[in-house]
């Protein structure tokens, strides 16, 4: 009954290249985040999706890609991988009011070598 | 643009005994929410306490409480009877606006001491 899954949790890759990580939240939620977590513990904000529709782009590289099938996935794609994108990779959901609690997925740990 | 400030990287706690830690913001917006969220090792994300703005009333949830401060922008959070298993990073965030994300501060790793 995991409420916000991803998938993996680990990921080692080399750099320059390409790699996805995926979301899940089976909560009925309509809004999905990623957040960064890099080595200094320091969680920021990447994109969210509203039913679907982007509408938070954190000046992030163009090298990160969004995609939002449908409300309940929410998938990350990285382009030619650098050393700085080595971090903790969180998705999170909620219904879109201040008032509610994102729910965190468990993170995905990539190590770009 | 809104900002959270947590002035203590590291906070340590005799079992049993209170702990408090510190939080500061900075926002425009008239309608927000402040969350406290805990990342044992595990790093999973687990929300604490909730606070909305716009209610005098400081939140509690069982050995957890808060002293929110509005005029002051501060946003502190007690922990009672600290337990082992309350060692972990502890985070302040801000939620509110259009677009509901959340600001997080830096971070208070939290250890304690049996």
């Known amino acids: 009954d995991t409420a916000v899954s991803q998938t993996p949790k680990y990921l080692v890759t080399q750099m320059g290249n390409d790699k996805s990580i995926k979301c899940e939240q089976n909560?009925?939620?309509?809004?999905m985040y990623w957040y960064k977590q890099d080595s200094k513990k320091f969680l920021k904000i990447m994109f969210s999706y509203n039913n679907k529709e982007l509408i938070i782009n954190e000046t992030v590289p163009n090298r990160f890609s969004p995609k939002s099938p449908d409300k309940a996935h929410l998938n990350l794609h990285i382009n030619s991988l650098e050393l700085g994108d080595s971090a903790v990779y969180f998705c999170?959901?909620?219904?879109?009011?201040?008032?509610?609690?994102?729910?965190f997925g468990p993170g995905t740990r990539l190590t770009v070598l | 643009a809104q900002t959270v400030t947590q002035s203590q990287p590291e906070m340590s706690v005799q079992e049993a005994e209170t702990v408090t830690l510190s939080c500061t913001y900075d926002t425009s917006e008239s309608d927000y929410y402040l969350f406290w969220y805990k990342q044992p090792p595990s790093r999973q994300m687990i929300l604490v306490i909730r606070q909305e703005a716009y209610k005098q009333q400081n939140a509690t949830e069982n050995r957890f409480s808060v002293n929110f401060q509005k005029a002051a922008k501060s946003f502190s959070l007690k922990i009672s009877d600290s337990q082992l298993g309350d060692a972990a990073m502890y985070f302040c965030a801000w939620g509110g606006g259009a677009t509901n994300k959340l600001i997080f501060g830096t971070g208070t790793l939290l250890a304690v001491q049996p």
């Open positions: 909560l009925g939620h309509d809004t």
């Open positions: 999170a959901s909620s219904q879109q009011t201040a008032a509610n609690e994102q729910f």
